[in-house]
């Protein structure tokens, strides 16, 4: 099983751009599906985004598509967030996470193994 740890959170002002990071350990990475879901405070956990192990499906929440994109190096064991033209309500805790299957992750299922979570504060 693999262990996942983010990185890239911050503060920044609306319509700014930010990166995030999310390093596995474990030589299984390039198996496994991966994801990003966010939690705002007082909210649950949300699905934010999906890739398959090979890249080649990949699944936005309504909310975040054209503004963000997810990407994976398997060389590398690092899946990846690129969030642009951010929006105060994109505000939260971003967690990775690792699953068997894209699609039935974007419906909450199929979750494995959970990251930490790094904080995305988006100001107006």
């Known amino acids: 099983q693999v262990q996942l740890v983010e990185s890239g959170g911050g503060l920044v002002q609306a319509g700014g751009s930010l990166r995030l990071s999310c390093a596995a350990s474990g030589r299984t990475f390039s198996t496994y599906a991966m994801g990003w879901f966010r939690q705002a405070p007082g909210k649950e956990r949300e699905f934010v985004t999906t890739?398959?192990?090979?890249?080649?499906?990949?699944y936005y929440a309504d909310s975040v598509k054209g503004r963000f994109t997810i990407s994976r190096d398997n060389a590398k064991n690092t899946v990846y967030l690129q969030m642009n033209s951010l929006k105060p309500e994109d505000t939260a805790v971003y967690y990775c996470a690792a699953g068997t299957t894209a699609r039935a992750m974007t419906l909450g299922r199929d979750l494995e193994v959970w990251g930490q979570g790094t904080l995305v504060t988006v100001s107006s």
């Open positions: 890739i398959t192990w090979n890249g080649v499906n990949i």
